[in-house]
């Protein structure tokens, strides 16, 4: 059993985004709205919200945007000790819109983030944590790339167990036959591997989520979870094969940071039930989170806390 007073670790960009309201793409959006974001973030104040304890591995700039962020992590009680602010860059930016599918569409601009090294590696402490937890953005630079690589052998020496999001954004990378090759090494030591469709159609081509599941198989995980936005999830656990669960009916106001709920969530309940395979009600737990995410604008506003969650899940079952 996880010892409950470890800290998750959360490793990669931290950054403000600029989210085009009224759901409207950047060609036709007249306001950007600022927000504290980031995926590896987001997931970070998600956790803190389920009361997890957290800390988050990354690089801001010290500038107005860094300042902004780290206080704001701090207030929400995840643990920014492992956070650099640096002079030598700025605080990176994501400019973030709705697609036509509904679902959150983001151009990164890294800045900072970029700069997260070996020694920022170190200084996270990913030995010491409860569970690593990572994206293939910041894979996508060979700086950050190499601080990553860094944190996750220090998380194989100590066994500690590995989150991976693919999460990709395809602007980052040269091809997406290098995105394969680069996130290859957090998809052999992950426990837990989520991938959206959209994610797996740029990386490997799969059309389908069970197709997804198939080709992810091949990797030693013990769960592996596909999201498909209104569609719904579908997850493969070494017991039960494949199983696919519909979404929550929500009135969204936006996406961003849903996916990201989902991931601090289902985290959260597989530290509580010791790492073993989970079931529909931990998948379910996770899609409230990831529902409720959505129903207010911004990644943070809408995280929902253990108690919210439980009530939503009480009341979608009357």
Known sequence: MVDPNRSVLAIGECLIDLIAEDNRDLLHADRLAIREGGAPANVAVALARLGVPVHLGTVVGHDSFGIRLRDALKAEGVDVSAMRLTRDA???????????????????LRLADRLFSEHDADAARPGEASALIAGSVMLSDPGSR?????????AQANNV??????NLRPSLWPTLAQV??????????????????????????????????????????????????????????????????????????????????????????????????PDDDDVRFA??????????????????????????LSAANT
């Open 90 to 108: 700025a605080t990176s930016l994501a400019l973030a819109w709705t697609n036509d599918r509904g679902d959150a569409d983001f151009q990164l």
């Open 161 to 166: 167990s590995v989150v991976f999001d693919v």
């Open 146 to 154: 190499r601080g990553a690589m860094a944190a996750l052998a220090l």
């Open 180 to 277: 394969r090759a680069v996130i290859e090494p957090f998809l052999r030591e992950a426990f837990l591997i989520k991938v959206s469709l959209d994610d797996a159609r740029g990386v490997w081509g799969d059309e389908t989520p069970e197709a997804a599941i198939e080709r992810l198989a091949e990797y030693p995980a013990i769960t592996i979870v596909v999201t498909d936005g209104g569609r719904g999830v579908w997850y493969r656990n070494r017991e039960e094969g494949i199983r696919h669960l519909p979404v929550f009916a929500v009135d969204v106001v936006e996406p961003t940071g849903a996916g990201d709920a989902f991931t601090a969530a289902l985290t959260s309940r597989l530290l509580d039930r010791g790492w073993t395979s």
């Open 287 to 312: 899609m409230a989170a990831g529902a409720l995410a959505t129903t207010k604008a911004g990644a943070w506003p809408g995280l929902p806390t253990r108690a919210e969650i439980k009530a939503f």
